[in-house]
């Protein structure tokens, strides 16, 4: 069974930081394109940032230079570092995972909210 379980989120104060987690199991970690999107209420999901297996990443535009994120592929964990927090990061933000060859699996974790106070 795929489990993709995130955790780290909470309230922070604008300018704040947190650190969110998503560990993975049942699926070879390595060999999957990992990301984070995030929705905020009554908005589209959209994609905050991907770690390819090689290590490559991409940000969206809106959180270059404040999010990092990185992958522990002994652990089978993806991390998103989330600096200088803004209200406009309030989101519930989720982890996904992308099989990188082969047959394309998708899977999702549940979520974890992150409230910002202005």
């Known amino acids: 069974q795929v489990q993709l379980v995130e955790s780290g989120g909470g309230l922070v104060q604008a300018g704040g930081s947190l650190r969110l987690s998503c560990a993975v199991s049942?699926?070879?970690?390595?060999?999957?394109?990992m990301a984070w999107y995030r929705q905020a209420p009554g908005k589209q999901r959209e994609l905050v940032a991907y770690?390819?297996?090689?290590?490559?990443?991409h940000y969206a535009d809106s959180v270059k230079g404040r999010f990092t994120i990185s992958r522990d592929n002994a652990k089978n964990t993806v991390y998103l570092q989330m600096n200088s927090l803004k209200a406009e990061d309030t989101a519930v933000y989720s982890c996904?995972?992308?099989?990188?060859?082969?047959?394309?699996?998708?899977?999702w974790g549940q979520g974890t909210a992150v409230t910002v106070s202005s």
């Open positions: 770690i390819i297996t090689g290590g490559a990443t």
């Open positions: 996904n995972a992308q099989s990188s060859f082969g047959p394309k699996f998708d899977y």
């Open positions: 049942g699926i070879i970690f390595s060999i999957y394109d």
